[in-house]
Structures are given as C-alpha cells and as structure tokens.
C-alpha cells in the first residue's frame, strides 16, 4: 500500500492552554493509530502544524475532515508527497509545544512515543533530521508559518465604489490585420483605482494569442508580434483610456525587428499618446538569446519614459537571473501561482519570497489571474497592492469593462 506525507498549518481558533493541548492530542494519537496513520502535532500557543504519514487514502480521508474542524482555520497544506517509508514509526502522534525563543519541548501523546522519548531527545530531533517534515518542524520552531495575515472581510469589498469607465461600444477597424485586442483593467482595490490597462491580443473569433502567433515564425512572428500593437494603442487612443496602457512583446522582438523601439515611439507619438502612459510587458516564457541587444533596448525604452514589467514571473526561462539583471518596474506573477494561494503553503512561500524581493528593489508586485475573493484576501494581506483577473473584470474587446468592486 503506497504511503503519503502530509504537512498542513493552522490557527486555533479559540484560547488553548497547553493540558488542554495535550488531552487533544491524546485523542488524537488513539484516532489516527485506529486509522494506520502516525505523525506529529506541534502547537505554539497560536498556530498548529501537523504531520501525517499513512496510506494515501486514509491520511486524504483525514485531512477532508480536520479542514471542517472548527477548533481551528486558517488551514494551509504545507506539504504533500508519496513517501518510502514513515519519518514517525508508530506513533500515532507525538506532540511538540514551541515556547517564545523557538525551543522544542517534546510532550507525550501515547504510550509508543513515551517508549521513544529517550532516544529522541528533549530539544534534538537527531533521529529524523534528514526529513523534509523535519525541516518543515524546525522552520516553524524558528518563525516561518507561524503569520497570521488578519485577512479582512468580505465587507471590504461590498463598501468600494471606484471609478467605471463605460464601454466603448464601437468596435475600431485595425487595418488588415485579422486580430483584435480585447482590455482588461489592473487595479488597486484599496485606493480604487484603474493603475492600467492591458491590451491582449485575440484572432476575430476570440482566438487566443498563441494561436495567432503559432501561425508565424522567425522574423515574420516578432514583426507581426511589434506591429500589431500599432492598433492595440489605436484602440486605446480612441477611447481616451485615462490610464497606463500595458503592451506585452515577446522579448526577441525587441531584438529581431530592425529599429524596433524608434517604431514604438513613433507609434506613441503619432497617435497623441504619452510615453509615460506605456507599459511594455515582457513575457518570461522566450528565452533572451543577445542580453546586449536586450538591455540596451530596455534601456532605451526606460529613457523615453515607458515602465516595462516581467509578465508572467515564474513560469518561464530566465526566474530570478532576468530580475536581478532585469530590475523592472513591476513583476507580474504568474497566475498558476495565484490560484488557490489560500490554502496552498508552497505557493504562499513562493510568493512572500516573490514580495519581498520586489520589495527591497523598489519593484511594483501585481498578481495575475485572481478569481476568488479568498485569493485577493491573502494576497492583501500579504502585502500585494495591485491585481488583474477575472474577479474584479473580464477582459472585453475593442472596449474597457466595467469593473466588480
């Protein structure tokens, strides 16, 4: 029978006394023996983390019901993975209280750990050192997981009444190319304002922008990819968009088409348009084959007054290297790693990393793909400022939508 790790974080609920704690996870321990499942359970007055180790099935069956448990919220899953063998042995649950300077105090939870006790060590986990669960116990000793975001409520929402700007019902003719740019708001749901727009490529039946662009390669596509957004910014022009206007550009054809930036700016300037209204989007899923030519067209760029930002941050080639070279004005992170960030601890440890980072270079973070109040919550929380998904607005064609407050 295959076995499973499981690792999850959670908040108590109400006031806990260490005894009380402990007669919990007594219980515990007979449950989970009962159910083939052994672990740890450690508690610093505040915040739970707990192991599970078992078969797949039953440790799953478990967790579905410790997530309606109303003794506690706040339930991250820090960790899931198949395992060769169990970090815990019999224990159907040890228990470890943190005190205030990160000390482990090891408390019996069942007769099998007490038998275990002297192996083990008050303040030494020796025997399982090498385990992830085991760093995952000893980061939380030390602080991480241990934050509670104080996630407001939903009436934060319900009481925002920003700015809409109405739809421009004329769709415009864009030459004889056969796509449209569909233009979905990012914004600031605290200050209530619309920080920019962004401009996304679609055929002229709402076909996706990689099946325009698969139709083209070499120089024809990063020719096709810089022209076309001549008549994303016609369209933005048209309807007087009064505020920044986000174009995205595969990197190389910054590269690629001769005189590439000198054709932006011409653009800009022919259409009555600021520079200082731009934002060039540059997707992380190309790789950069000439960083020279690169930066020096970044550069440019930034000179004319245009931001540029990293799209899609985390899913492509060049991670952390690009934006420590790169430096942005803004990072947009990827939505896979958006989705269900409430409850996903690796993602929120990504992204944290991600904020921080930014934060100490003086980088603007924006989170892509929000869909569930939930997700902008923690995101809130967690220091994000700045958001574009369909839970605040669909992208809508030739026109800006309204926006869902």
Same mark, same amino acid.
């Given at each position: 029978?295959?076995?499973?790790?499981?690792?999850?974080?959670?908040?108590?609920?109400?006031?806990?006394?260490?005894?009380?704690?402990?007669?919990?996870?007594?219980?515990?321990?007979?449950?989970?023996?009962?159910?083939?499942?052994?672990?740890?359970?450690?508690?610093?007055?505040?915040?739970?983390?707990?192991?599970?180790?078992?078969?797949?099935?039953?440790?799953?069956?478990?967790?579905?019901?410790?997530?309606?448990?109303?003794?506690?919220?706040?339930?991250?899953?820090?960790?899931?993975?198949?395992?060769?063998?169990?970090?815990?042995?019999?224990?159907?649950?040890?228990?470890?209280?943190?005190?205030?300077?990160?000390?482990?105090?090891?408390?019996?939870?069942?007769?099998?750990?007490?038998?275990?006790?002297?192996?083990? /060590? *008050?303040?030494?986990?020796?025997?399982?050192?090498?385990?992830?669960? @085991? %760093? !995952?116990?000893?980061?939380? =000793?030390?602080?991480?997981?241990?934050?509670?975001?104080?996630?407001?409520?939903?009436?934060?929402?319900?009481?925002?009444?920003?700015?809409?700007?109405?739809?421009?019902?004329?769709?415009?003719?864009?030459?004889?190319?056969?796509?449209?740019?569909?233009?979905?708001?990012?914004?600031?749901?605290?200050?209530?304002?619309?920080?920019?727009?962004?401009?996304?490529?679609?055929?002229?039946?709402?076909?996706?922008?990689?099946?325009?662009?698969?139709?083209?390669?070499?120089?024809?596509?990063?020719?096709?990819?810089?022209?076309?957004?001549?008549?994303?910014?016609?369209?933005?022009?048209?309807? /007087? *968009?009064?505020?920044?206007?986000?174009?995205?550009?595969?990197?190389? @054809? %910054? !590269?690629?088409?001769?005189? =590439?930036?000198?054709?932006?700016?011409?653009?800009?300037?022919?259409?009555?348009?600021?520079?200082?209204?731009?934002?060039?989007?540059?997707?992380?899923?190309?790789?950069?084959?000439?960083?020279?030519?690169?930066?020096?067209?970044?550069?440019?760029?930034?000179?004319?007054?245009?931001?540029?930002?990293?799209?899609?941050?985390?899913?492509?080639?060049?991670?952390?290297?690009?934006?420590?070279?790169?430096?942005?004005?803004?990072?947009?992170?990827?939505?896979?790693?958006?989705?269900?960030?409430?409850?996903?601890?690796?993602?929120?440890?990504?992204?944290?990393?991600?904020?921080?980072?930014?934060?100490?270079?003086?980088?603007?973070?924006?989170?892509?793909?929000?869909?569930?109040?939930?997700?902008?919550?923690?995101?809130?929380?967690?220091?994000?400022?700045?958001?574009?998904?369909?839970?605040?607005?669909?992208?809508?064609?030739?026109?800006?939508?309204?926006?869902?407050?």
């Amino acid at each position: 029978m295959s076995l499973s790790l499981l690792v999850y974080r959670s908040r108590s609920t109400n006031q806990l006394k260490k005894d009380k704690v402990v007669a919990m996870s007594k219980h515990f321990a007979d449950r989970n023996r009962h159910r083939d499942i052994t672990g740890m359970l450690v508690f610093d007055g505040e915040f739970f983390l707990q192991v599970l180790e078992g078969p797949r099935q039953r440790v799953s069956a478990l967790y579905e019901l410790i997530q309606t448990d109303p003794r506690h919220d706040e339930v991250v899953t820090v960790l899931e993975e198949p395992i060769y063998r169990r970090t815990f042995d019999d224990w159907g649950l040890g228990f470890i209280v943190i005190n205030d300077e990160g000390g482990k105090q090891i408390i019996s939870s069942d007769l099998e750990f007490d038998d275990q006790l002297h192996r083990l /060590g *008050l303040d030494n986990l020796e025997r399982v050192d090498a385990t992830r669960a @085991s %760093l !995952i116990i000893d980061a939380f =000793a030390k602080g991480r997981w241990r934050d509670s975001y104080n996630i407001p409520s939903r009436k934060l929402y319900d009481d925002l009444n920003g700015i809409v700007v109405r739809p421009n019902e004329k769709a415009v003719p864009i030459g004889n190319y056969p796509v449209n740019f569909a233009f979905q708001p990012i914004v600031n749901p605290i200050s209530k304002l619309v920080t920019s727009a962004e401009a996304l490529l679609r055929g002229p039946n709402s076909e996706s922008p990689l099946s325009i662009l698969s139709q083209y390669s070499g120089i024809d596509l990063y020719r096709f990819d810089l022209e076309s957004k001549q008549y994303a910014l016609q369209i933005a022009a048209d309807m /007087g *968009l009064p505020c920044r206007i986000s174009l995205n550009l595969l990197p190389m @054809s %910054l !590269i690629m088409v001769p005189d =590439a930036v000198d054709f932006l700016l011409d653009t800009i300037e022919r259409l009555g348009l600021s520079s200082e209204q731009i934002v060039v989007e540059i997707t992380e899923e190309e790789a950069i084959t000439n960083y020279d030519a690169f930066f020096g067209a970044i550069t440019r760029l930034r000179g004319a007054g245009i931001k540029v930002a990293i799209d899609d941050f985390g899913a492509g080639y060049a991670g952390l290297s690009l934006l420590a070279e790169f430096q942005p004005d803004k990072v947009k992170i990827d939505r896979k790693l958006i989705q269900g960030i409430q409850t996903n601890g690796p993602r929120q440890a990504i992204v944290r990393a991600i904020i921080e980072c930014c934060y100490s270079l003086g980088i603007s973070v924006i989170a892509e793909g929000v869909e569930e109040a939930a997700e902008v919550q923690w995101l809130l929380a967690a220091g994000v400022s700045k958001f574009q998904g369909f839970y605040f607005a669909r992208p809508s064609l030739n026109s800006f939508p309204q926006i869902n407050w």
